[in-house]
């Protein structure tokens, strides 16, 4: 995980973002990470894709509102028409993320706010 966070080629970026999905099931920090991979907006199309793919693998059910609540803000107009594949990659994994929860859950995931990364 702690690779993710330097600067590598996009074939090791890849290659993380493949081992996370089959090493990293309910590890928080696994799925913490490859929603940050996902969610960047200047990622290679190929990692982001595999990082999606792992964490659908990795996420156990109570960790699915705060993944959707993460990437909600990853589908907005903006964004579907700059960077199309990392729109495309966010509402693949949110709705996996929506078929296996019901609809009060995700109505408060989708409208919780995302919690700031310094504690507040």
Known sequence: MKLIDTQ??????QQVAKSLGQIGSGNQKAIDALVELI??????????SQAASSLEKIMLKEQIPSVVTALK?????????????????CYKVIWKC????????????????EKVKNGE
């Not at 903006?78 to 990659?89: G, P």
């Open 8 to 13: 590598l080629d996009y074939s090791t970026r």
């Open 39 to 48: 969610g960047k907006p200047l990622l290679d199309d190929l990692t982001r």
């Open 73 to 89: 803000n990853c589908l907005s107009p903006e964004i579907y028409k700059n960077n199309f594949e990392r729109f495309d990659n």
């Open 98 to 113: 929506v078929q296996s929860m019901p609809y009060p859950a995700f109505y408060q995931a989708w409208h919780q706010q």
